[in-house]
């Protein structure tokens, strides 16, 4: 069983096929709760915060919405996803499994399906510590070169994620303009310190609001990060 309760949300297509599904998990310490693919599924998403998605995919929609709803999950949370399929499906699934991170094959197995929802679990695990940085609502994914905040990708520069990566990776720690400029723009950078200020700014504008600051100015010295939680 897993050391904490993790919690899952099954998409089923239509709301067919779940049956036991749910008590089979909570069985093996899972908490999980269910949802139809329909309009509204990615706000559920971001509002139950899941730590893994199983999407149930019969192939009998007509719409594409339901194959392409794997990449808008990961689109507003980077999440793992595992599907579950439907045998008749199989030939195309290059096609189904665009931004799916395991799948098995209905009928299921239960244990089969329990230890592929473990690993991808424990590889997330392992994952967060190794390649996200986080304080409070804000995500930085690392190997993503993405920012989240409460779960909305926020969109970057190329300068001002570097900039936030790199006083996120030294919390509390103060850097002057003139560090910023070296580590973030290199010595070869010939522009004013003021050009730092400009992107704190911008950095501010795009992940902070009255209930969210991460980046606090040092008085006649710099910038520092808040710590990471």
Request: aromatic share 8%; proline share 4%.
């Amino acid at each position: 069983m897993p050391s904490q309760e993790k919690r899952l949300l099954i998409i089923t297509e239509a709301g067919e096929g779940t049956s036991d599904l749910p008590s089979e998990l909570a069985r093996k310490g899972f908490a999980c709760a269910i949802t139809p693919a329909r309009n509204g599924v990615i706000e559920q998403v971001l509002e139950q915060e899941p730590d893994l998605v199983m999407l149930e995919m019969n192939g009998r929609a007509t719409s594409s919405e339901i194959w392409e709803l794997p990449q808008r999950i990961k689109r507003a949370r980077p999440l793992p996803i595992i599907a579950l399929l439907n045998q008749e499906i199989t030939d195309n699934l290059e096609i189904y499994l665009k931004s799916v991170d395991d799948f098995i094959i209905k009928p299921r197995n239960s244990s089969e399906l329990v230890l592929r929802v473990k690993r991808l679990l424990d590889n997330t695990d392992s994952t967060d510590s190794r390649e996200l940085l986080k304080c409070d609502d804000l995500v930085i994914d690392l190997a993503r070169y993405e920012v989240y905040l409460s779960g909305r990708r926020i969109g970057l520069t190329f300068k001002e994620y570097e900039l936030l990566r790199f006083l996120a990776s030294h919390p509390g720690r103060v850097y002057t303009r003139d560090a910023l400029l070296n580590k973030v723009w290199g010595y070869d950078y010939f522009g004013g310190d003021r050009t730092v200020d400009v992107h704190i700014r911008r950095l501010r504008n795009k992940i902070e609001d009255l209930k969210h600051t991460y980046i606090e100015t040092v008085r006649n010295i710099g910038y520092r990060f808040k710590g990471i939680s």
